[in-house]
């Protein structure tokens, strides 16, 4: 049995200014996920990568950080915490008290890239494509964020790796965080880099992403400790982590099986 490490969520305080390792992890998260992007566009291997500049690099991660912190702040609401919203509006805006969704930041980064897809005047799926990538690096390294902040630990378990979270309670738990950093920023990152390494027909990529995260999601909420406030909320076994994977898992497989059924002129056919 393991026990949870004793770590301070807080990275260093400047004053009245306190910076949590969570913060941290982002900028991480999104400087990682420059780099990838600046070493792909200069391989030129995948069709998507081709064409970029680097104020436009710095310009998507930009606007990806912008929707993922908004999207995941405005889905922590609506999607866990909606009563307390009604009761109390002005907490959307105390985001310092924490609370973050990925299905909302995933929302959120999807509307962002879509304006910016506009301004550029590229694709839409041509720059989800060429992001998916390097996304699953960034959101494990964000689960290692939620780990040393000590919050979505998992569920009771008897088996000789859990570990016990004092602040909690004294039952050994599923580190269910790590198990998302290893699926999502291990596993997902490797088949999907590996998936888009060589020329993919357009939707594939982003469809890989989509269908990889809903499966992989769906699973570890097996192991993850479902939120006190909600529980289960459907058939006394689905978690809402569950029920919104399910549409990126359809949605994912969807585009996979357009894009392999489009005629070979048009999987081909992008716009630059």
Known sequence: MLTYPDIDPVAFSLGPLTVHW???MYIVAFSACWMLARYRTRTGIATASKGWTDDQLSDLVFYGAL??????????VVFYNFDRFISDPVWLLRVWEGGMSFHGGFLG??????????????NYFDVLDFIAPFAPLGLGIGRI????????WGRPTDVSWGMVFP????LPRHASQLYQAFLEGVVLFA???WFSSKPRPRFAVAGLFGLGYGVQRFFVEFFREPDSWLGFVALDWLTMGQILSVPMIIAGAALMVYAYRKTPEAQTKRSV
């Open 167 to 170: 602040h909690v309670d004294q």
């Open 145 to 152: 964020g939620n780990f040393i902040g000590g919050e979505l």
């Open 109 to 122: 980064v999807m509307l962002a890239f879509y304006l910016y897809s506009r301004r550029i005047k590229r």
């Open 191 to 193: 088949v999907v880099w």
């Open 67 to 76: 929707g993922a912190v908004l999207g995941g702040r405005v889905g922590s």
């Open 22 to 24: 969570y913060g941290i």
